[in-house]
């Protein structure tokens, strides 16, 4: 590829991350404001709250594992195992992966020690099969 070509891709990318992070910026508070309020008169505001934490964790967590991969796979795993990068899978889910197969850091097997002490088996529930680097 040549470096017009990977300057225009990487000035294209800039932007679209810009909008994506100006846009959820500007929407969150109108997005959680009318999210309460539909919540009030439907399945209840903790309801609403639990889900929209959860859901928020779950993205948070799919966006680590995209782009801190690199460091991830660095700190996280032995060599072999399930890589960290995937888009669509969370770091939990590659934790996990890598738990059941043995190939978990001494670093990695803190994080699901301490992630299982807040969540009981939280890694190897998080365990996405059909997701992940191949």
Same mark, same amino acid.
């Given at each position: 590829?040549?470096?017009?070509? %990977?300057?225009?891709?990487?000035?294209?990318?800039?932007?679209? $991350?810009?909008?994506? %992070?100006?846009?959820?910026?500007?929407?969150?508070?109108?997005? @959680?404001? @009318? *999210?309460?309020?539909?919540?009030?008169?439907?399945?209840?505001?903790?309801?609403?709250?639990?889900?929209?934490?959860?859901? @928020? $964790?779950? *993205?948070?967590?799919?966006?680590?594992?995209?782009?801190?991969?690199?460091?991830?796979?660095?700190?996280?795993?032995?060599?072999?195992?399930?890589? @960290?990068?995937?888009?669509?899978?969370?770091?939990?889910?590659?934790?996990?992966?890598?738990?059941? !197969?043995?190939?978990?850091?001494?670093? *990695?097997?803190?994080?699901?020690?301490?992630? !299982?002490?807040?969540?009981? *088996?939280?890694?190897?529930? $998080?365990?996405?099969? !059909?997701?992940?680097?191949?």
């Amino acid at each position: 590829m040549g470096s017009t070509l %990977i300057m225009g891709k990487l000035l294209n990318n800039i932007l679209l $991350a810009t909008i994506a %992070i100006v846009l959820y910026v500007v929407l969150l508070p109108i997005a @959680f404001g @009318f *999210g309460l309020i539909r919540s009030y008169s439907k399945q209840g505001v903790l309801i609403y709250l639990s889900d929209l934490l959860f859901n @928020f $964790a779950h *993205g948070v967590d799919q966006l680590g594992n995209a782009t801190h991969a690199e460091l991830l796979n660095g700190i996280f795993k032995v060599r072999g195992g399930s890589k @960290f990068g995937s888009v669509d899978e969370t770091i939990s889910s590659v934790l996990g992966k890598n738990e059941r !197969d043995g190939k978990l850091s001494k670093l *990695g097997s803190i994080i699901v020690w301490i992630l !299982d002490k807040i969540d009981s *088996g939280h890694s190897g529930n $998080a365990i996405e099969d !059909d997701e992940g680097i191949k």
